[in-house]
């Protein structure tokens, strides 16, 4: 089966009941047969559920469905895209380990490399994703991870997966760690190019509603069992009502992504032509962004999000965002209806001005999520905000 008869096809297993629909399974634990099948699962010698906090069939549905999308060996879900992307790290480096990370990354994530990770001894090292060759010079000896958004938040630089793969040939032991969440596993699979893993903010694309929150990481099965024992004695699991809903709004993952990115492109166009108030577009299927051949070879379509500048700094900023009648203004994105959010004071507000800068982040700085709405009203919207705004 193609990718999007996959996604609706694949389910859990159907009961005596014979649903149509896979149920909600609500239950912290699982009955054991027999004293012999309750030793056995313990041992891991054959597959079973034990507790919800390990396994329940609605999060092993939701993982097998990303993982068919990714082409991963295997999975592991998450109660937010943060304790993803935390477990990915957490599960597999040690005191004295170092990360070397592209520059551009969330801000929870910056927090994680620069302010928590310190205090256990776990060190890392920025390079910028337009001087990439930089990476080469970064790696130390206990060099253990290699970590990197593409395209990243908010910025919406992209990293050369294929190239940055060729690295392994010299540093086997290095382990490469995508985060995915802004092109979604529909637009580019990290993994073909050789990355090791791949994590994602359920809550954003995967959900599309902006409902529940969630994460799941995929790739190498041995990986992902040291991230299984790192999550089965800290215990950031997904709930079952959230992975229930997550796998079954995958199933429409496609329709929606095609209808995000034909929005999204015809918005960065529109806002292109507006050169009275928009300092700079960047989305990465528009002609104009400086890694478009890349975009072009490494993502299927450019994504849902479009990021600018309008001129006249902070000030305009806030009255663009006060203006604004149909784009919602918050910190989320990859949900149904366009959202609007200002990363200088919201999403990467805790770090300074120059730690901003040097990742693209100005006071004037727009970061668009758009929406499924009709194309017109958009534009409409947006036009109006601006000449509000000046």
Not at 58 to 78: P, S, W, Y
């Amino acid at each position: 089966m193609k990718e999007e008869s996959k996604l609706i096809r694949t389910q859990a297993k159907r009961s005596e009941n014979r649903e149509h629909s896979v149920p909600l399974y609500l239950t912290s634990s699982f009955i054991f047969d027999d004293a012999e099948q309750g030793r056995a699962i313990f041992a891991e010698e054959i597959a079973g559920n034990v507790y919800s906090r390990y396994s329940n069939p609605n999060t092993t549905e939701f993982i097998e469905k990303v993982c068919e999308l990714e082409e991963a060996e295997a999975g592991l879900a998450f109660s937010s895209g943060m304790a993803a992307v935390f477990a990915s790290f957490a599960a597999l480096l040690k005191s004295g380990d170092h990360i070397i990370s592209f520059r551009s990354v969330f801000g929870s994530t910056h927090q994680l490399l620069t302010t928590l990770f310190p205090r256990w001894g776990i060190t890392s090292t920025y390079v910028d994703a337009f001087n990439p060759e930089a990476i080469y010079d970064a790696i130390q000896e206990n060099t253990r991870m290699i970590f990197l958004e593409t395209p990243s938040n908010p910025g919406l630089e992209l990293v050369d997966l294929e190239w940055l793969c060729k690295i392994k040939e010299k540093y086997p032991h290095i382990i490469i760690n995508v985060d995915n969440c802004f092109a979604t596993p529909y637009l580019q699979k990290p993994i073909k190019f050789g990355v090791d893993l791949v994590s994602h903010s359920a809550t954003k694309y995967m959900d599309g509603q902006g409902r529940v929150l969630g994460g799941v990481v995929v790739g190498r099965k041995d990986l992902m069992k040291e991230i299984m024992f790192f999550i089965r004695h800290t215990g950031p699991a997904m709930s079952a009502f959230n992975a229930w809903l997550l796998s079954k709004s995958l199933e429409t993952l496609p329709i929606r992504m095609d209808r995000h990115c034909s929005n999204a492109l015809a918005v960065a166009t529109f806002l292109e032509s507006m050169k009275d108030d928009v300092e700079v577009v960047r989305y990465p299927h528009l002609p104009s962004h400086p890694q478009y051949e890349l975009a072009k070879k490494q993502m299927k379509q450019g994504g849902g999000i479009v990021t600018f500048v309008v001129k006249g700094g902070a000030e305009r900023a806030a009255k663009f965002l006060d203006a604004l009648n149909m784009v919602l203004f918050s910190s989320n994105l990859g949900d149904s209806r366009s959202i609007a959010t200002h990363p200088a004071t919201t999403t990467h507000s805790k770090l300074t001005e120059e730690e901003r800068k040097n990742i693209g982040i100005f006071q004037g700085t727009i970061r668009l999520s758009v929406g499924l709405e009709n194309i017109d009203d958009l534009r409409s919207d947006l036009e109006q905000a601006l000449t509000k705004s000046r």
